[in-house]
């Protein structure tokens, strides 16, 4: 069965400091992979997705994520994190060889970043 | 960019009333929409996919009778909680890929906040 684990429920980071909020995932064959980011009371927004090709993929707001295929992981990093970055993330998976347009996302992880 | 509009953000409701929720894509067509519910620890359960024409497909343990949902075109979906209660307080988001592709991300409406007394 099609999972995601976010092994961190809370991550906190100094300000300037670089940030890493951890993904893994099973997924029969080669999974699409998103990453996106809750703030208080709103929905959820997309940061970035891997597809295919380049494994280190750039989205918004200075975030990035690497593909390891044989880790299984899709980690999402940031070089110098903001407080403004303080939100939840969320990883999410879709099996592109199902049959449905169905995301699997994993339980979310509170970044936390300090001045 | 993709934008999904819903409404209320916040309802407060009685016990044993319903409460409609709307959801629309604003400049794309959604043949497939999604409704998740948030619990206070944060995880997101998908509740139902809504499907343009046809009904609703349901996660397993959601009661349709209960969660009605209706995607009457393909830029509007609805959510009706029946004869809410207590518990069904909680945080309803919905979302939709923006286009019908297998590697569209979804673009997700800022949810509803339902309160039942």
């Known amino acids: 069965a099609q999972s995601v684990a976010q092994p961190e429920d809370q991550v906190n980071v100094a300000e300037g400091n670089p940030l890493t909020v951890k993904c893994t995932y099973s997924v029969s064959g080669n999974p699409y992979l998103f990453w996106y980011v809750q703030y208080p009371n709103r929905g959820l927004q997309f940061l970035l997705k891997y597809i295919t090709g380049d494994n280190l993929v750039k989205g918004s707001y200075g975030f990035e994520a690497e593909f390891n295929k044989s880790q299984t992981s899709f980690h999402l990093k940031k070089p110098s994190a903001l407080v403004s970055d303080s939100a939840l993330y969320f990883c999410?998976?879709?099996?592109?060889?199902?049959?449905?347009?169905?995301?699997?996302f994993g339980t979310g992880t509170r970044l936390k970043v300090l001045a | 960019g993709a934008v999904v509009s819903q409404h209320p953000s916040r309802v407060i409701c009685k016990s044993g009333t319903s409460v409609k929720i709307e959801c629309r894509s604003l400049d794309f067509q959604a043949t497939t929409m999604f409704w998740y519910r948030q619990f206070p620890k944060k995880s997101l359960m998908l509740m139902a996919t809504?499907?343009?024409?046809?009904?609703?497909?349901?996660e397993q343990g959601v009661e349709k009778d209960k969660f009605l949902i209706n995607h009457a075109s393909l830029t509007l979906s609805t959510l009706t909680v029946t004869s809410a209660h207590p518990e069904d307080s909680s945080f309803y988001i919905c979302?939709?890929?923006?286009?019908?592709?297998?590697?569209?991300?979804?673009?997700f409406g800022n949810g509803t906040r339902l309160t039942v007394t």
């Open positions: 979302s939709a890929p923006w286009r019908d592709r297998r590697d569209s991300p979804l673009h």
């Open positions: 809504s499907n343009e024409g046809s009904k609703a497909t349901y």
């Open positions: 999410a998976v879709r099996d592109p060889t199902s049959g449905t347009y169905k995301y699997i």
